[in-house]
């Protein structure tokens, strides 16, 4: 019913920078928060970003002044853009989105596989 695919990630040097793109797409009715969570190796799934429908952001303290979040609401498309990045940001990033289907009065969490981001020092 809702499709979340990701796209941008790869394999920078440290200092470098990326931007993640995600797409929404199926039977949406409206889409609520949006944004993405970072895996590491062995470590937890944790937030990095997300964003409203009206643009209000809220960012992990670890990626404060280097991310930027945005989103294109008309295009159910949000963006990560990643500044000097570290080799500790090396993780799986996975999107998200708040879904409303056309189907249900109800919101619910959506997912995507995910794209891996590798710094190198």
């Known amino acids: 019913q809702v499709q979340v695919v990701e796209s941008g990630g790869g394999l920078v040097q440290a200092g470098g920078s990326l931007r993640l793109s995600c797409v929404v797409s199926?039977?949406?009715?409206?889409?609520?928060?949006m944004g993405w969570y970072g895996q590491a190796p062995g470590k937890q799934r944790e937030l990095v970003a997300y964003i409203t429908p009206g643009g209000t952001t809220n960012y992990a303290n670890s990626v404060k002044g280097r991310f930027t979040i945005s989103r294109d609401n008309a295009k159910n498309t949000v963006y990560l853009q990643m500044d000097s990045l570290k080799p500790e940001d090396t993780a799986v990033y996975y999107c998200?989105?708040?879904?409303?289907?056309?189907?249900?009065?109800?919101?619910?969490?959506?997912w995507g596989q995910g794209t891996q981001v590798t710094v190198s020092s």
């Open positions: 199926g039977s949406i009715f409206s889409i609520n928060d």
């Open positions: 998200y989105a708040n879904v409303r289907t056309l189907f249900t009065s109800k919101f619910a969490n959506y």
